[in-house]
């Protein structure tokens, strides 16, 4: 617990409260609770990566003898759950088989792939794009705006300063343009009412005026369920997954008994 406490410190800046220190706490015995688990049914004796972490650990201690003598002597020795890279690797083949064994056959209904299609509106939407001309105006001049002004009253399509990054730009989103322009300009841009090819401005950027038209709009929309099925499917399974692994851990709980050995 104590070591805790001062990790949480160190990597938040201040004190744990009751309720943090003691879902911390659970973590770790959890962990030392699905490492023990894997250990005993095995998982470490036929996975490589964990075979030469344990050879090499067998090494560092200047262990002697065939491959299998050493690693049977890091086991015994408990190394295996002290090592890092091996306890979460043993965590990982773990959760991976009994996932797998809970899945197997398993496949989503209509039913629960429309309930997710409905509640994770995020998913599959297509971000709305543009395309467009610009005249740049650069506002080292101070009469840029005035000048920019000028060049949309006269339909003057040719004047303008030279853009490094030219004037057109094709089936940008909102984030690129924003990132490119600056938000007021991409704001502008993407709220107009100014109709397609028709000259609008000035749109002021980071950068100075611009006399803008757009050449094409794609506004947004999201692919129909149909289409994101295997998306779908894959969002159910992972949910089901998680839902497998904790309810396991629940159960393997029980097994296990948590002896505090308080100071005296």
Request: net charge negative; aromatic share 8%; hydrophobic share 40%.
């Amino acid at each position: 617990m104590n070591v805790l406490t001062s990790d949480w410190t160190r990597s938040t800046g201040r004190a744990a409260t009751p309720i943090e220190l003691s879902h911390l706490a659970q973590v770790a015995l959890d962990e030392k609770m699905l490492v023990k688990e894997a250990m005993l049914q095995g998982l470490h004796k036929s996975d490589t990566v964990i075979n030469q972490r344990l050879l090499r650990d067998a090494d560092f201690l200047g262990l002697e003898g065939s491959v299998k003598d050493k690693i049977d002597a890091v086991v015994a020795m408990n190394m295996a759950a002290s090592d890092e890279v091996i306890r979460r690797r043993l965590m990982q083949l773990l959760q991976h088989n009994m996932t797998e064994l809970e899945e197997e056959g398993s496949y989503p209904t209509a039913a629960q792939l429309s309930g997710i299609y409905a509640e994770s509106k995020e998913l599959g939407l297509v971000a709305a794009r543009f395309s467009f001309e610009h005249i740049f105006f650069n506002s080292d001049d101070g009469e840029a705006k005035a000048k920019a002004l000028v060049a949309l009253n006269a339909s003057m399509a040719d004047q303008g300063d030279v853009f490094l990054d030219g004037n057109y730009f094709s089936n940008l989103t909102l984030v690129s343009i924003t990132s490119k322009f600056g938000e007021d300009f991409s704001l502008a841009l993407v709220n107009t009412d100014t109709p397609v090819n028709d000259w609008f401005g000035p749109l002021q950027s980071a950068y100075g005026f611009h006399l803008v038209r757009i050449l094409q709009r794609h506004d947004s929309y999201r692919r129909s369920q149909a289409d994101m099925a295997p998306l779908l499917a894959d969002r159910w399974r992972r949910e089901r997954q998680a839902q497998v692994w904790a309810a396991y851990i629940d159960k393997l709980r029980d097994k296990y008994q948590v002896v505090c050995h308080a100071n005296t």
